[in-house]
Structures are given as structure tokens and as C-alpha cells.
């Protein structure tokens, strides 16, 4: 009988081999979730276990209560290991055994761990708002976060919240009106001191003020600061022809002009907005209800963004320079071209604001429901807060962790409902419980 030649047996082989890698590395692809290996040689043959993440249940978000968390996985017997603070999960990390619950801010990771191989791990985010109201001041028109985080509210004076009470800050005279502006690591107060005689003030430290000697002006400026600190003010000064855009320069300890005269001399502007990107915008009262949001350029000019506005609530911008206008019905983004609305089912929306990660957080008369609540839009998408503030708002701030703080407009009086998104350090978790 013939012996079947050199070349078909290795031929042979190598059909084998590859069969047992084709068919044994296969088992367990396909799946919609991250995977681990373990990999075996022999002097034959390459086998590859293929490992599926687990699933965490449910998703990342922010929930109203904080869920029970569940984790599964699609090999039968495999063990799961987890962690709880974001840490990277081994075979020495928490031994999952059925469902449990968490009290505080948590990043759950989850490895599947079988043959002595383990998967690449799982992901879920998890936060809770809660609420606290605090009373104790009449009537807040204004809220502002300090640079520390520190609680302001404006009411004709500053009221600074200590985490237990309000106390008044002094400021160098005496105050009519006040609202407040943070920038980077300062806090600025607009401040009326005579019946159309205004200052800018500086704080220097806890309950110490300095003034930056505003020049004169004919009516109410508008006030805002860069993300490093410069205070800008735009107002209608007298002999300079119209409503002008200035800059203070803490070097000369003067103010700079740094604009041209809003072009067809408005009744009023009545909002400023120093972008984190460096661009400055402001909103111009032209008259009947119609605002007109402009744009300085480059050679001080002041260049039309989109068309006429209506039904005006505010601007507020991102933390890449994103440009909104908050307005009755909803808020509206600029897209570079035009105006598109975020949606969101608002029958009467009252002020938004950005949080440090990009969220929009926005409070408001729900279409649906006729609710007062918030919102927030999350990746497109926005998620209903479904514990009911008191009435409509004043105006809204959000803190460098993501807290927001809001005035409500009640029937008798007016209080300030601090919302906190658990997920700061536990000692300033006291503070906002």
C-alpha cells in the first residue's frame, strides 16, 4: 500500500489546528459587552476562552432614590467580583452575591471570573439629588456659589450660608439692589448705592469688600467675569455715546474700554456672558419683546448671533463655550448657523443653568403635568425630577461639583431650595443634606 506522502500530513495538521482555534476561539463571541481571554498553548494547538463582561443593572444616571444594583452573567457557575469606589475589580474585590443596595454616590465596577481567566470589567454611575430648603432670608432674588463653593444669596444684601445659618456679609456702603457674579476664584457684587449711582465691589476675603471705582453711569449695567477673574461690565456711561463694553485692569486698577456702542442704541442690555472659550455675547433689549443676542468681534464691533429672540429668560454658556438662550418655552442652542430648541415639554420654563460636566439643568411648569420640577438633559435626553419645587424661580447657579441652588417665588415669601447631586466629598455632603 502506498504511504501517503510528507505533504498531506502536514497539511493535515495544520487544517486540525486551525479548526480547534477557529472553533474554540469562537465560543462566546458576539456578545454586546466588553470580554476578557485566557489563552493556552500546546505544541499543537492555540485554544482562546472568551470571557463576556458582566451586566451591571441598572444603567449609569441620577435617580431620585439610589437603586439596588444587580449584577449577572451569561456563563453559568462563573464567580463575579465587584467594587463600589470606581477601583479596578480582581478576584480580591467584593464576592457578589445577589442584589444590594447603595446609600451614597457610587461607581460600580464588575469583573466575571471562571477558568482562571477573568473578563474586562463592567461600569455603572450612580447619583441621587436630594433636596433641602433654606429659609431664613426674605424674599432672595439671586444665588451665587463662591469661589470655595460657599452659598450666596442676594436680597438687597449678601447673605453668605455658613451650612447651618445665613449671615450678612458688610459691604463699603450702603446697598439699594445686589446681584452677584463669580469668576474663577472671585466673587464681584453689583451694587446700588444711590438711586442710579452703582459700584462694582470685589470681595477680599469672608466678610471683607473693596470697591473697583465703576465710572458714572446713566442706568443699570449688566456684570460678569471671565473664567480667570477679570470682571467685565457693559453700561450705558456718560459721554461715551451708548451702551459700552469695559474690562477691569487690575495692574492700572482702572477699566479699559474694550468695545464699540451697541449698535442701534437699544433700551437696554440685559445680560452679559463671558464664555469659557474667551468670546463675549450679550443680549440686547431692542422693544416689544424682542431681544437680539450679539457677539463682540475682534475689532470691538458687535456682530448679530441668529436672529431676534423672544420671551427672554437668560444666557448661559458651556464649559467648552457652548452658547444657549434660555427662553419661555425651552432652551435654545446655537449651532454656529441658527437657533435649534432642546425640548424638554416646558410650559413655562423660569432659568437653567450649566453644570460642571456640560449638563443642562433646567426648572419649569411641566406640559404634561403641570408640575413645577427640574430637568435634566443628559446625552439628548431629559430626565424628570419628579419632586415638586414650591412655584416658579427666580434664577438658578450650579457649584464646581454639579450642585444647583434656585430661588422659588412663593405666594407669601420667597426661600431658597439648595439641590444637591451626591457626589462631593462627605463633609461637604453634611452641608447639603
Known amino acids: 500500500m502506498k504511504r501517503p506522502s510528507h505533504s498531506l500530513i502536514i497539511a493535515g495538521f495544520f487544517l486540525v489546528s486551525i479548526f480547534a482555534i477557529i472553533f474554540l476561539g ?7 459587552v466588553p470580554t476578557g481571554t ?9 485554544t482562546t476562552i472568551v470571557i463576556p463582561a458582566p451586566i451591571i443593572s441598572p444603567a449609569s444616571g441620577t435617580y431620585e432614590v439610589y ?7 451569561e456563563i453559568i457557575g462563573a464567580s463575579i467580583y465587584y467594587t463600589i469606589d470606581g477601583g479596578d475589580p480582581t478576584t480580591a474585590s467584593y464576592l457578589y452575591a445577589g442584589p444590594f443596595s447603595i446609600q451614597s454616590t457610587h461607581t460600580v465596577r464588575a469583573v466575571v471570573a471562571t477558568s482562571g481567566a477573568t473578563s474586562l470589567p463592567s461600569r455603572s454611575d450612580f447619583s441621587v439629588w436630594s433636596v433641602k430648603n433654606l429659609s431664613g432670608i426674605a424674599t432672595p432674588s439671586q444665588v451665587c456659589f463662591g469661589a470655595d463653593d460657599t452659598l450666596y444669596a442676594a436680597n438687597g444684601l449678601c447673605n453668605r450660608y455658613d451650612g447651618t445659618t445665613w449671615q450678612t456679609e458688610t459691604l463699603s456702603g450702603s446697598v439699594i439692589t445686589l446681584s452677584l457674579v463669580r469668576g474663577g476664584t472671585s466673587l464681584f457684587a453689583l451694587v446700588e448705592k444711590r438711586s442710579g449711582n452703582y459700584d462694582i465691589e470685589k470681595q477680599n476675603g469672608i466678610n471683607s469688600w473693596g470697591s473697583l471705582n465703576l465710572p458714572t453711569l446713566t442706568t443699570k449695567p449688566c456684570l460678569a467675569a471671565s473664567a480667570e477673574g477679570i470682571p467685565y461690565i457693559i453700561g450705558n456711561y456718560t459721554g461715551e455715546g ?5 474690562k477691569w485692569n487690575s495692574d492700572l486698577l482702572s477699566w479699559e474700554t474694550q468695545s464699540q456702542a451697541v449698535p442701534d442704541a437699544p433700551n437696554s442690555v440685559v445680560a452679559l456672558c463671558v464664555a469659557a472659550d474667551g468670546n463675549i455675547y450679550i443680549d440686547s433689549d431692542e422693544g416689544y ?13 458687535w456682530q448679530p448671533v441668529g436672529g431676534n429672540r423672544y420671551s427672554y429668560r437668560g444666557l448661559i454658556t458651556g464649559p467648552n463655550g457652548e452658547l444657549y438662550s434660555v427662553e419661555e418655552d425651552a432652551v435654545y442652542h446655537w449651532n454656529g ?23 443642562i439643568i433646567a426648572d419649569g411648569k411641566d406640559s404634561v403635568t403641570g408640575e413645577y420640577i427640574f430637568k435634566e438633559l443628559d446625552n439628548g435626553n431629559w430626565q ?13 447657579a450650579s457649584d464646581s461639583h454639579g450642585n444647583i441652588a434656585v430661588t422659588l417665588n412663593m405666594q407669601d415669601t420667597s426661600y431658597v431650595q439648595y439641590l444637591s447631586l451626591d457626589r462631593l466629598p462627605i463633609v461637604y455632603l453634611r452641608k447639603s443634606n
Do not use: H, M, R
Not at 437603586?67 to 452573567?73: A, D, F, L, M, Y
Not at 451708548?242 to 469695559?246: A, H, P, R
Open 26 to 32: 469562537g465560543c462566546g463571541q458576539g456578545q454586546n
Open 38 to 46: 485566557s489563552t493556552s498553548t500546546t505544541s499543537s494547538t492555540t
Open 67 to 73: 437603586p439596588t444594583v444587580t449584577i449577572t452573567s
Open 242 to 246: 451708548g451702551w459700552v463694553l469695559k
Open 289 to 301: 419683546g424682542s431681544y437680539q443676542i450679539l457677539k463682540l468681534a475682534g475689532d470691538g464691533s
Open 337 to 359: 448657523v441658527g437657533w435649534s430648541s432642546l425640548g424638554g415639554n416646558f410650559l413655562l420654563l423660569y432659568s437653567a443653568v450649566v453644570s460642571v460636566d456640560g449638563k
Open 384 to 396: 424628570t425630577y419628579s419632586s415638586e419645587i414650591a412655584g416658579s424661580t427666580n434664577g438658578s
